[in-house]
């Protein structure tokens, strides 16, 4: 049987080269997701490593028009263009906002929930490399429980566990939200058509990779990432209108130990001692799942 050709690139809307680290999710979600959202998009960039990515002309990765706004104001701006648009007669392009777990679970959290309550006809992306690494590695409230950050150091590793913010987006009862993995990239791009498809307020969480902050090898970024997957700790599914749907099922649950030992950030958890820290993130993974499970409507 001929294998699936649905994840290659048909028509290169990035230009060669990138600003990023190697082995970044960021570059690698803008290829696959500019790819399918096509020439006629305007994206909309508060500030994160993609703003240095795409950002200085003539070193900027997208070929289509980007607008860089404040942290807090890209959902506003976002409405403003697709207001304009529509004026134009311009339903046809697409206003996409591309943005971090940063700027998404914290510092943008009420303009996002003000767009997406007013179902403003906008794509939101939320790369999630679970820090705010521009500007160094700092913690936000997507950063994972055990993870070392900067303003967690060491034994201080993060001793919280990351917001939901699926659940909190289900609560707008959206057209539809998406987790997405660049291990994925079927699963990914047809994600990306369906929301490109889907009018309203659309969000797709990315599980971003991020070498320096995870403090993992640049040529494992889509091995972890697929990992991430595998043991559950960033599950794939779709949310339309509150009902849930699992969009892979891994064939066997790998231990979340196989994810984390690959990371750097979580070496504390594997120091004596720190045995309890690894079977709470276990359970809390097998926690989540059930619930997934109970809300999936294929079930
Ligand atoms: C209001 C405000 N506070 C702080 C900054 C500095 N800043 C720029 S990028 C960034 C990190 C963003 O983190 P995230 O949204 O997770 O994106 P990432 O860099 O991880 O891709 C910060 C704190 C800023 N630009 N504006
Ligand atoms: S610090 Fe991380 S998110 Fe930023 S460019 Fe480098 S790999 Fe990408
Ligand atoms: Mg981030």
């Known amino acids: 049987m001929q294998p699936s050709m649905q994840f290659l690139i048909q028509e290169e809307q990035v230009y060669s080269g990138a600003l990023s680290c190697r082995g970044c999710g960021w570059s690698l ?26 950002g200085p002309y003539p070193l900027n990765d997208l070929k289509a028009n980007v607008v860089h706004t404040l942290f807090a104001a890209a959902p506003a701006t976002a409405t403003g263009l ?9 339903q046809q392009v697409t206003v996409a906002v591309l943005a971090g777990d940063g700027g998404t679970f914290d510092i943008g959290l009420q303009a996002m929930s003000g767009a997406a309550a007013r179902d403003e006809n906008i794509l939101y ?21 055990g993870a070392v950050t900067t303003t967690s150091p060491g034994a201080a590793y993060k001793r919280s566990w990351p917001k939901d ?27 990306v058509q369906k929301a490109k498809m889907t009018k309203g307020f659309r969000l797709l969480m990315v599980d971003g990779p991020c070498p320096p ?3 993992t090898e640049p040529a494992q970024s889509i091995h972890i990432a697929r990992l991430a997957v595998e043991t559950r700790l960033f599950p794939l599914f779709e949310i339309e209108r509150q009902r849930y749907t699992l969009t892979y099922m891994p064939e066997r649950f790998k231990p979340v130990v196989e994810c984390l030992r ?13 045995e309890q820290a690894l ?6 993974v097998e926690e989540y799942w059930e619930r997934l ?6 079930k």
Do not use: W
């Open 29 to 54: 979600l803008v290829r696959h997701l500019a790819d399918i959202l096509g020439p006629e998009t305007v994206y909309v960039l508060p500030a994160s490593c993609l703003s240095i990515i795409s």
């Open 82 to 90: 697709r207001a304009a648009l529509d004026r134009q007669g311009k």
């Open 125 to 145: 992306v939320v790369n999630n490399n679970g820090a705010y690494m521009n500007t160094g590695v700092q913690t936000s409230t997507a950063t994972p429980y």
């Open 165 to 191: 913010l699926m659940g909190i987006v289900a609560a707008h009862n959206l057209p539809y939200a998406a987790t997405c993995s660049l291990a994925f990239l079927e699963d990914f791009r047809a994600k």
């Open 213 to 215: 902050g995870h403090k």
């Open 262 to 274: 690959l990371q750097g950030r979580f070496r504390p958890l594997f120091q004596p001692g720190n």
């Open 279 to 284: 079977e709470d993130v276990q359970a809390h």
């Open 293 to 298: 499970q109970s809300f999936d409507r294929t």
